[in-house]
């Protein structure tokens, strides 16, 4: 099913095209950060709405759009890597909250 974009889809990524070809790089990074966050948590919401329901099934999350720069198995070896290295970014993915610590309350706004 590929229903066409409304009018107004339309019109909002027309806006999107012209905000983003001005912005800083910073803001594009949080801003795609930001946009494959909602759109995961949308999904989460819907899988979560349809349990609850007595419906279950589970949607694949698909990275298209995204383009791959490294693959999976790289980023894990980075990740394993970074002990030795002092960064901000943990080694486990199983240490939630770091995700979100730049995207939120961070004063950057959008004209």
Request: charged share 30%.
């Amino acid at each position: 099913m590929n229903a066409g974009l409304t009018i107004e889809q339309r019109f909002a990524l027309q806006r999107a095209r012209y905000e983003v070809s001005r912005m800083s790089r910073p803001a594009l990074e949080k801003t795609a950060l930001r946009l494959l966050k909602s759109r995961m948590e949308q999904k989460n919401g819907v899988q979560h709405t349809l349990m609850n329901n007595g419906i279950m099934f589970k949607i694949d999350e698909q990275q298209s759009g995204m383009p791959e720069i490294i693959s999976e198995e790289t980023f894990v070896e980075l990740l394993e890597m970074n002990t030795s290295i002092d960064d901000e970014m943990p080694v486990s993915l199983d240490d939630e909250g770091w995700e979100n610590d730049d995207l939120e309350d961070d004063g950057l706004t959008f004209v």
